[in-house]
Protein backbone atom coordinates (compact mmCIF):
# COMPACT_ATOMS: atom_id res chain seq x y z
CA UNK A 1 0.00 0.00 0.00
CA UNK A 2 1.35 3.37 -0.67
CA UNK A 3 0.33 6.70 -2.51
CA UNK A 4 2.38 9.86 -3.71
CA UNK A 5 3.52 12.17 -1.16
CA UNK A 6 0.76 15.04 -0.67
CA UNK A 7 2.00 18.88 0.25
CA UNK A 8 0.83 20.24 3.29
CA UNK A 9 -0.04 24.29 3.55
CA UNK A 10 1.16 24.33 7.21
CA UNK A 11 3.76 26.18 6.59
CA UNK A 12 5.64 28.07 4.06
CA UNK A 13 8.10 25.29 3.61
CA UNK A 14 6.05 22.17 2.51
CA UNK A 15 6.52 19.10 3.88
CA UNK A 16 6.16 15.63 1.38
CA UNK A 17 3.81 13.18 3.98
CA UNK A 18 2.59 9.75 3.22
CA UNK A 19 -0.04 8.55 4.96
CA UNK A 20 0.41 4.65 4.09
CA UNK A 21 3.42 3.02 3.80
CA UNK A 22 6.01 4.20 1.38
CA UNK A 23 6.65 2.08 -1.84
CA UNK A 24 10.26 2.74 -1.97
CA UNK A 25 11.50 3.48 1.75
CA UNK A 26 15.07 4.68 0.62
CA UNK A 27 13.88 7.40 -1.77
CA UNK A 28 11.03 8.63 0.70
CA UNK A 29 13.40 9.04 3.32
CA UNK A 30 15.43 11.12 1.28
CA UNK A 31 12.81 13.01 0.54
CA UNK A 32 11.51 13.71 4.26
CA UNK A 33 14.90 14.30 5.38
CA UNK A 34 15.79 16.92 2.43
CA UNK A 35 12.24 18.43 3.28
CA UNK A 36 12.68 19.02 7.20
CA UNK A 37 16.02 20.02 6.64
CA UNK A 38 14.70 23.06 4.49
CA UNK A 39 11.90 23.40 7.03
CA UNK A 40 13.92 23.85 10.25
CA UNK A 41 16.22 25.86 8.18
CA UNK A 42 13.16 28.48 6.74
CA UNK A 43 13.44 29.25 10.59
CA UNK A 44 16.36 30.87 10.61
CA UNK A 45 18.32 28.26 12.39
CA UNK A 46 21.07 25.64 11.34
CA UNK A 47 19.77 21.32 12.09
CA UNK A 48 23.19 21.37 14.02
CA UNK A 49 21.71 24.18 16.10
CA UNK A 50 18.18 22.75 16.22
CA UNK A 51 20.17 19.39 17.65
CA UNK A 52 22.47 20.83 19.75
CA UNK A 53 19.47 22.67 21.74
CA UNK A 54 17.66 19.03 22.51
CA UNK A 55 21.01 17.58 23.33
CA UNK A 56 21.86 20.16 25.53
CA UNK A 57 18.72 19.82 27.38
CA UNK A 58 18.96 15.77 27.34
CA UNK A 59 23.01 16.02 28.42
CA UNK A 60 21.87 17.67 31.42
CA UNK A 61 19.47 14.80 32.55
CA UNK A 62 21.92 12.23 31.42
CA UNK A 63 24.43 13.33 33.57
CA UNK A 64 22.15 13.92 36.92
CA UNK A 65 20.73 10.35 36.36
CA UNK A 66 24.58 9.06 35.59
CA UNK A 67 25.59 10.56 38.78
CA UNK A 68 22.65 9.63 40.86
CA UNK A 69 23.67 5.71 39.64
CA UNK A 70 26.85 5.59 40.13
CA UNK A 71 26.02 6.84 44.00
CA UNK A 72 23.48 3.95 44.25
CA UNK A 73 20.24 5.63 44.27
CA UNK A 74 17.13 4.71 42.60
CA UNK A 75 16.10 6.56 39.40
CA UNK A 76 12.52 5.56 39.32
CA UNK A 77 9.99 7.64 41.24
CA UNK A 78 7.88 5.75 43.89
CA UNK A 79 4.26 6.38 44.45
CA UNK A 80 1.88 4.66 46.73
CA UNK A 81 -1.40 3.86 45.71
CA UNK A 82 -3.05 4.75 48.74
CA UNK A 83 -1.95 8.49 47.64
CA UNK A 84 -3.09 8.10 44.18
CA UNK A 85 -6.46 6.75 45.88
CA UNK A 86 -6.96 9.81 48.27
CA UNK A 87 -5.58 12.38 46.20
CA UNK A 88 -2.96 12.97 48.18
CA UNK A 89 0.21 13.04 45.89
CA UNK A 90 2.03 15.80 46.77
CA UNK A 91 3.41 18.10 43.64
CA UNK A 92 7.17 17.26 44.19
CA UNK A 93 6.10 13.86 43.39
CA UNK A 94 4.11 14.71 40.19
CA UNK A 95 7.41 16.51 39.49
CA UNK A 96 9.68 13.89 39.63
CA UNK A 97 7.13 11.12 37.36
CA UNK A 98 6.85 13.88 34.94
CA UNK A 99 10.88 14.64 35.07
CA UNK A 100 11.21 11.00 34.91
CA UNK A 101 8.55 9.75 32.63
CA UNK A 102 8.36 6.53 34.22
CA UNK A 103 6.39 5.56 37.79
CA UNK A 104 6.08 2.35 40.26
CA UNK A 105 3.11 2.30 41.76
CA UNK A 106 3.50 0.97 44.86
CA UNK A 107 0.32 -1.69 46.11
CA UNK A 108 -1.39 -0.56 42.99
CA UNK A 109 -3.18 -4.00 44.19
CA UNK A 110 -3.21 -6.11 47.55
CA UNK A 111 -0.64 -8.28 47.32
CA UNK A 112 -2.88 -11.90 47.97
CA UNK A 113 -5.22 -10.20 44.69
CA UNK A 114 -2.00 -10.35 42.74
CA UNK A 115 -1.01 -14.00 43.61
CA UNK A 116 -4.69 -15.08 43.32
CA UNK A 117 -4.66 -13.87 40.19
CA UNK A 118 -1.18 -15.53 38.74
CA UNK A 119 -2.58 -18.90 40.04
CA UNK A 120 -6.15 -18.10 38.37
CA UNK A 121 -3.71 -17.79 35.30
CA UNK A 122 -2.35 -21.12 35.68
CA UNK A 123 -5.65 -22.29 36.52
CA UNK A 124 -7.32 -20.76 33.41
CA UNK A 125 -4.70 -22.10 30.80
CA UNK A 126 -4.25 -25.64 32.12
CA UNK A 127 -7.96 -26.37 32.39
CA UNK A 128 -7.63 -25.78 28.63
CA UNK A 129 -4.83 -27.69 27.85
CA UNK A 130 -2.81 -24.34 26.75
CA UNK A 131 1.15 -26.46 26.99
CA UNK A 132 -0.37 -29.33 25.21
CA UNK A 133 -1.48 -27.66 22.29
CA UNK A 134 0.77 -24.66 22.47
CA UNK A 135 2.57 -23.99 18.69
CA UNK A 136 5.13 -22.05 19.60
CA UNK A 137 5.67 -18.19 19.25
CA UNK A 138 3.20 -16.32 16.79
CA UNK A 139 5.97 -13.61 16.08
CA UNK A 140 9.81 -13.57 17.27
CA UNK A 141 8.82 -10.11 19.40
CA UNK A 142 9.45 -12.04 22.13
CA UNK A 143 11.66 -14.91 22.57
CA UNK A 144 10.87 -18.44 24.12
CA UNK A 145 12.65 -20.87 26.05
CA UNK A 146 11.75 -24.44 25.18
CA UNK A 147 8.30 -25.59 24.78
CA UNK A 148 6.80 -23.56 27.16
CA UNK A 149 6.18 -19.95 26.43
CA UNK A 150 6.87 -17.37 28.66
CA UNK A 151 4.89 -14.62 26.70
CA UNK A 152 1.40 -16.07 27.10
CA UNK A 153 -0.82 -15.25 23.90
CA UNK A 154 -3.98 -15.22 26.34
CA UNK A 155 -6.06 -11.82 26.55
CA UNK A 156 -9.39 -12.95 27.94
CA UNK A 157 -8.73 -14.42 31.32
CA UNK A 158 -10.88 -13.95 34.12
CA UNK A 159 -7.95 -12.18 35.89
CA UNK A 160 -6.64 -9.87 33.09
CA UNK A 161 -10.04 -8.68 32.21
CA UNK A 162 -10.65 -8.51 36.32
CA UNK A 163 -7.61 -6.28 36.66
CA UNK A 164 -8.12 -4.23 33.30
CA UNK A 165 -12.27 -2.91 34.70
CA UNK A 166 -11.16 -2.51 38.16
CA UNK A 167 -11.33 0.44 39.79
CA UNK A 168 -7.91 0.41 41.07
CA UNK A 169 -6.86 0.51 37.41
CA UNK A 170 -9.17 2.83 36.39
CA UNK A 171 -7.82 5.62 38.94
CA UNK A 172 -4.25 4.82 38.11
CA UNK A 173 -4.85 5.33 34.75
CA UNK A 174 -6.51 8.45 34.90
CA UNK A 175 -4.07 9.82 37.74
CA UNK A 176 -1.41 8.83 35.14
CA UNK A 177 -3.40 10.36 31.80
CA UNK A 178 -3.87 13.79 33.49
CA UNK A 179 0.17 14.32 33.92
CA UNK A 180 -0.54 14.46 29.65
CA UNK A 181 -2.09 17.71 28.10
CA UNK A 182 -5.20 15.92 26.51
CA UNK A 183 -6.70 19.83 25.66
CA UNK A 184 -5.17 22.23 23.72
CA UNK A 185 -5.44 24.22 20.10
CA UNK A 186 -9.31 23.96 21.40
CA UNK A 187 -9.98 20.46 20.53
CA UNK A 188 -9.68 17.50 23.42
CA UNK A 189 -7.25 15.01 21.91
CA UNK A 190 -8.51 12.12 24.55
CA UNK A 191 -10.53 11.76 27.67
CA UNK A 192 -8.00 11.29 31.02
CA UNK A 193 -10.66 9.41 32.45
CA UNK A 194 -11.90 6.51 30.01
CA UNK A 195 -9.73 4.03 29.17
CA UNK A 196 -10.09 1.95 26.22
CA UNK A 197 -8.85 -1.24 27.64
CA UNK A 198 -6.00 -2.41 25.13
CA UNK A 199 -5.96 -6.20 25.21
CA UNK A 200 -2.30 -7.32 25.57
CA UNK A 201 -0.48 -10.75 26.78
CA UNK A 202 0.62 -12.26 29.84
CA UNK A 203 4.66 -13.17 31.10
CA UNK A 204 4.84 -15.77 33.00
CA UNK A 205 9.09 -16.46 33.31
CA UNK A 206 9.82 -19.47 35.50
CA UNK A 207 12.41 -19.27 37.85
CA UNK A 208 15.93 -20.94 36.89
CA UNK A 209 14.68 -19.56 33.50
CA UNK A 210 17.73 -17.86 31.11
CA UNK A 211 16.86 -14.91 29.47
CA UNK A 212 18.96 -12.60 26.59
CA UNK A 213 16.37 -9.77 27.86
CA UNK A 214 15.21 -7.11 24.86
CA UNK A 215 17.04 -4.59 23.59
CA UNK A 216 16.90 -0.79 23.81
CA UNK A 217 14.25 0.50 21.28
CA UNK A 218 10.73 2.06 21.66
CA UNK A 219 7.41 1.56 20.33
CA UNK A 220 5.45 4.56 19.85
CA UNK A 221 5.82 3.86 15.55
CA UNK A 222 8.38 3.61 12.86
CA UNK A 223 9.11 5.74 9.89
CA UNK A 224 5.37 7.14 10.79
CA UNK A 225 6.85 9.37 13.26
CA UNK A 226 8.55 11.42 10.50
CA UNK A 227 6.53 10.53 7.30
CA UNK A 228 2.63 10.78 7.94
CA UNK A 229 1.17 14.27 8.50
CA UNK A 230 -0.67 13.74 12.01
CA UNK A 231 3.03 13.28 13.60
CA UNK A 232 5.07 15.75 11.24
CA UNK A 233 1.91 18.51 13.05
CA UNK A 234 2.68 16.57 16.20
CA UNK A 235 6.51 17.25 16.03
CA UNK A 236 6.46 20.66 14.82
CA UNK A 237 8.25 21.74 17.35
CA UNK A 238 11.02 19.72 16.64
CA UNK A 239 11.33 20.97 12.60
CA UNK A 240 9.93 24.96 12.73
CA UNK A 241 12.55 26.48 14.49
CA UNK A 242 10.26 26.71 17.56
CA UNK A 243 12.83 23.03 19.35
CA UNK A 244 12.56 24.99 22.82
CA UNK A 245 8.58 24.62 23.09
CA UNK A 246 8.44 20.74 21.94
CA UNK A 247 6.51 19.29 25.03
CA UNK A 248 6.78 15.58 25.24
CA UNK A 249 3.42 15.55 27.44
CA UNK A 250 1.34 17.32 24.72
CA UNK A 251 -1.09 14.94 22.75
CA UNK A 252 -1.86 17.55 20.18
CA UNK A 253 -2.23 15.54 16.70
CA UNK A 254 -1.22 12.23 18.33
CA UNK A 255 -4.77 11.09 18.86
CA UNK A 256 -5.95 10.33 15.44
CA UNK A 257 -3.42 9.34 12.87
CA UNK A 258 -2.58 6.37 10.98
CA UNK A 259 0.15 4.26 11.63
CA UNK A 260 2.60 2.09 9.07
CA UNK A 261 1.50 -1.43 9.59
CA UNK A 262 4.14 -4.28 11.13
CA UNK A 263 4.53 -7.10 13.21
CA UNK A 264 5.41 -4.78 16.33
CA UNK A 265 2.79 -2.06 15.63
CA UNK A 266 0.69 -0.28 18.35
CA UNK A 267 -2.82 0.55 16.40
CA UNK A 268 -3.45 2.23 19.92
CA UNK A 269 -2.23 5.62 21.13
CA UNK A 270 -0.64 5.21 24.93
CA UNK A 271 0.03 7.71 27.41
CA UNK A 272 2.19 5.03 29.23
CA UNK A 273 2.89 1.36 28.92
CA UNK A 274 2.69 -0.35 32.11
CA UNK A 275 2.54 -3.95 33.53
CA UNK A 276 0.97 -4.84 36.95
CA UNK A 277 3.17 -7.50 38.64
CA UNK A 278 2.07 -10.96 39.77
CA UNK A 279 4.98 -12.17 41.51
CA UNK A 280 7.91 -10.61 43.68
CA UNK A 281 11.03 -10.03 41.14
CA UNK A 282 14.18 -8.01 42.46
CA UNK A 283 15.81 -5.54 40.26
CA UNK A 284 18.92 -8.15 39.59
CA UNK A 285 16.53 -10.44 37.85
CA UNK A 286 16.37 -9.55 34.23
CA UNK A 287 13.98 -6.39 34.55
CA UNK A 288 12.10 -3.13 32.92
CA UNK A 289 15.06 -0.64 31.86
CA UNK A 290 14.25 2.67 30.57
CA UNK A 291 16.32 6.16 29.35
CA UNK A 292 14.00 8.45 32.00
CA UNK A 293 13.89 11.25 29.50
CA UNK A 294 10.66 11.97 28.09
CA UNK A 295 12.49 14.81 26.12
CA UNK A 296 14.63 12.14 24.79
CA UNK A 297 12.56 11.71 21.75
CA UNK A 298 13.43 15.04 20.44
CA UNK A 299 16.79 13.81 20.08
CA UNK A 300 15.91 10.31 18.62
CA UNK A 301 13.35 12.45 16.04
CA UNK A 302 16.43 15.13 14.87
CA UNK A 303 19.36 12.77 15.44
CA UNK A 304 19.01 11.08 11.55
CA UNK A 305 18.91 14.56 10.34
CA UNK A 306 22.84 15.47 10.51
CA UNK A 307 25.20 14.69 8.11
CA UNK A 308 27.25 11.85 9.55
CA UNK A 309 23.81 9.30 8.83
CA UNK A 310 23.42 8.42 5.09
CA UNK A 311 20.51 10.28 3.45
CA UNK A 312 18.44 6.96 3.29
CA UNK A 313 18.92 5.91 6.41
CA UNK A 314 16.57 7.10 9.78
CA UNK A 315 19.37 5.71 12.19
CA UNK A 316 18.59 2.26 11.63
CA UNK A 317 14.54 3.02 12.11
CA UNK A 318 12.49 1.10 9.40
CA UNK A 319 9.39 -0.66 9.18
CA UNK A 320 8.14 -3.94 10.66
CA UNK A 321 10.67 -3.20 13.37
CA UNK A 322 10.68 -2.10 16.63
CA UNK A 323 12.23 1.46 16.40
CA UNK A 324 16.03 0.63 17.83
CA UNK A 325 18.08 2.78 20.41
CA UNK A 326 22.15 2.02 19.96
CA UNK A 327 25.66 2.73 20.92
CA UNK A 328 26.10 3.99 17.09
CA UNK A 329 23.68 6.61 17.48
CA UNK A 330 22.42 7.08 20.80
CA UNK A 331 25.50 6.75 22.90
CA UNK A 332 24.68 9.40 25.43
CA UNK A 333 21.01 8.57 26.27
CA UNK A 334 21.95 5.04 26.69
CA UNK A 335 23.97 5.94 29.65
CA UNK A 336 21.23 6.85 31.41
CA UNK A 337 19.44 3.23 31.29
CA UNK A 338 18.47 2.99 34.60
CA UNK A 339 15.98 -0.35 36.32
CA UNK A 340 13.42 -0.60 37.95
CA UNK A 341 13.54 -1.45 41.81
CA UNK A 342 12.55 -4.14 43.46
CA UNK A 343 8.54 -4.64 42.49
CA UNK A 344 6.70 -6.88 44.65
CA UNK A 345 3.59 -8.83 43.49
CA UNK A 346 0.44 -6.01 43.35
CA UNK A 347 2.57 -3.10 42.18
CA UNK A 348 2.54 -1.50 38.80
CA UNK A 349 5.27 -0.23 36.19
CA UNK A 350 4.49 2.69 33.56
CA UNK A 351 6.58 4.42 31.46
CA UNK A 352 6.05 7.14 28.88
CA UNK A 353 4.68 5.44 25.66
CA UNK A 354 8.02 7.37 23.76
CA UNK A 355 10.53 6.23 26.03
CA UNK A 356 13.49 4.12 25.06
CA UNK A 357 13.19 0.85 27.45
CA UNK A 358 14.58 -2.83 27.70
CA UNK A 359 14.62 -5.73 29.77
CA UNK A 360 17.80 -6.95 31.31
CA UNK A 361 19.43 -10.35 30.33
CA UNK A 362 18.93 -12.78 33.24
CA UNK A 363 20.87 -16.13 33.89
CA UNK A 364 19.38 -18.99 36.43
CA UNK A 365 16.77 -16.50 37.48
CA UNK A 366 15.86 -16.27 41.44
CA UNK A 367 11.91 -16.66 41.61
CA UNK A 368 8.89 -16.31 39.29
CA UNK A 369 8.85 -12.92 36.56
CA UNK A 370 5.11 -12.60 36.03
CA UNK A 371 3.57 -9.58 34.83
CA UNK A 372 0.15 -8.87 33.11
CA UNK A 373 0.67 -6.10 30.22
CA UNK A 374 -2.13 -3.32 30.73
CA UNK A 375 -1.18 0.27 29.78
CA UNK A 376 -2.77 3.37 30.09
CA UNK A 377 -4.73 4.28 26.35
CA UNK A 378 -7.32 6.38 27.02
CA UNK A 379 -10.54 7.03 24.53
CA UNK A 380 -9.60 9.34 21.33
CA UNK A 381 -10.68 8.61 17.87
CA UNK A 382 -7.70 5.93 17.00
CA UNK A 383 -8.18 4.45 20.23
CA UNK A 384 -12.24 3.92 19.32
CA UNK A 385 -11.49 2.79 16.29
CA UNK A 386 -9.53 0.08 17.51
CA UNK A 387 -11.75 -0.85 19.88
CA UNK A 388 -14.00 -2.31 17.43
CA UNK A 389 -11.71 -4.96 16.46
CA UNK A 390 -11.27 -5.55 20.07
CA UNK A 391 -14.77 -6.03 21.06
CA UNK A 392 -14.85 -8.63 18.56
CA UNK A 393 -11.76 -9.89 19.63
CA UNK A 394 -13.14 -10.05 23.14
CA UNK A 395 -16.70 -11.43 21.79
CA UNK A 396 -14.92 -14.34 19.93
CA UNK A 397 -12.01 -14.87 22.34
CA UNK A 398 -9.50 -14.19 19.51
CA UNK A 399 -6.48 -12.64 19.17
CA UNK A 400 -6.51 -8.59 18.69
CA UNK A 401 -5.90 -7.73 15.39
CA UNK A 402 -2.15 -5.55 17.18
CA UNK A 403 -1.06 -9.51 17.57
CA UNK A 404 -0.53 -12.90 15.88
CA UNK A 405 -3.88 -14.55 15.21
CA UNK A 406 -3.20 -17.58 17.78
CA UNK A 407 -6.94 -17.50 18.77
CA UNK A 408 -6.13 -19.79 21.55
CA UNK A 409 -9.28 -19.27 23.46
CA UNK A 410 -12.07 -19.70 21.20
CA UNK A 411 -13.35 -22.72 22.10
CA UNK A 412 -11.68 -21.91 26.12
CA UNK A 413 -15.49 -22.01 28.26
CA UNK A 414 -14.24 -20.14 31.12
CA UNK A 415 -12.83 -17.14 29.36
CA UNK A 416 -14.20 -13.68 30.79
CA UNK A 417 -17.71 -13.45 29.47
CA UNK A 418 -19.55 -10.38 28.53
CA UNK A 419 -21.90 -10.64 31.42
CA UNK A 420 -18.97 -9.91 33.75
CA UNK A 421 -18.26 -6.86 32.55
CA UNK A 422 -19.09 -3.77 34.75
CA UNK A 423 -19.44 -0.31 33.41
CA UNK A 424 -15.83 0.70 32.86
CA UNK A 425 -15.45 -2.58 31.29
CA UNK A 426 -18.65 -1.89 28.70
CA UNK A 427 -17.07 2.00 28.66
CA UNK A 428 -13.61 0.18 27.97
CA UNK A 429 -14.83 -1.54 25.19
CA UNK A 430 -17.24 0.65 23.81
CA UNK A 431 -20.69 -1.24 24.94
CA UNK A 432 -21.69 1.31 27.17
FE1 LIG B 1 8.72 -2.34 24.00
Known amino acids: MSQAPTATSASSTT ?13 AIREVKTALRARIEASGRTVEEVFAVVEERVRERVEEIAAALARGETIWPVIDYADIEAGTVSA ?9 GCVVVRGHFPREQA ?3 DQDIVDYVESNRFFESYRGPGDDFFGSVGSRPEIYPIYWSPAQMQA ?43 PGADSLGLGTHLDPGTL ?34 PQYPGSTMCSAFRTFQGWTALSDMDADQGVLHTVPIPEAMGYLMLRPLLADV ?21 ALLLQALSGIPDVKAGDSVWWHADMIHSVAPVTAQKGWGNVMYIPAAPWCPRNEEYSANVREA ?12 ENYERTWGNRFAVEDLNATGRRGLGLA
Open 394 to 405: FLAGSSPSDFPE
Open 224 to 257: DLWMTRAYQQAFHHLFDGTVEQYDPWDAAHRTAG
Open 164 to 206: RQSEHMRRVQAFLNRQWTSESEGVQWFDPDRDSMYPDRIRRRP
Open 310 to 330: AEDDMCGVTTNQVFPANETWH
Open 92 to 100: EQRDRLRRR
Open 115 to 117: LGW
Open 15 to 27: LPHWQTTPDDLPA
